[in-house]
């Protein structure tokens, strides 16, 4: 290793990061990413469905943690701006992942959100629709084996 790289990796890990509290040197070995994002927009978390500023998302470890149900996405995950199929094809691909164990606190609350938010009704027709192809390609598959 050269000693300009050496001199780099010293000034990067005396780099002070910015939080809530105010100005911190930096506790680790590298310097951390910085997000570059709009921290006042309002963002809902999937898994409890509440709507809060973007700030009052906990970093984690490079996820941001919801306050309510300690749900961590990432960034992209937050910012990202969805039409209803569009978050139904994403919880329906995050299943295999757990989605439905990490749904806050039940999974009857869960639809109750989704139904005061007015997506109720257009979310499961998608869901229901994705896993009905899911289901046809399943039969289809045994029909030929």
């Not at 973007?54 to 995950?77: D, V």
Request: charged fraction near 30%; include cysteine; aromatic fraction near 16%.
């Amino acid at each position: 290793m050269s000693y300009k790289i050496a001199e780099k990796m010293r000034y990067d890990k005396e780099q002070t990061v910015l939080t809530k509290k105010g100005c911190k040197s930096n506790p680790y070995n590298y310097s951390e990413k910085q997000d570059k994002a709009n921290y006042n927009i309002i963002v809902l978390c999937p898994f409890c469905l509440t709507q809060n500023p973007l700030y009052k998302f906990e970093k984690h470890h490079g996820f941001y943690k919801c306050l309510i149900c300690n749900g961590q996405m990432a960034l992209r995950t937050l910012v990202r701006e969805m039409k209803i199929e569009e978050f139904a094809r994403w919880v329906f691909d995050y299943r295999l992942n757990g989605f439905w164990q990490k749904v806050y606190p039940t999974h009857k609350l869960w639809c109750a959100r989704l139904k005061e938010l007015g997506l109720a009704y257009e979310f499961w027709e998608n869901y229901n629709r994705l896993k009905g192809v899911q289901q046809e390609q399943r039969e289809f598959e045994e029909d030929y084996e």
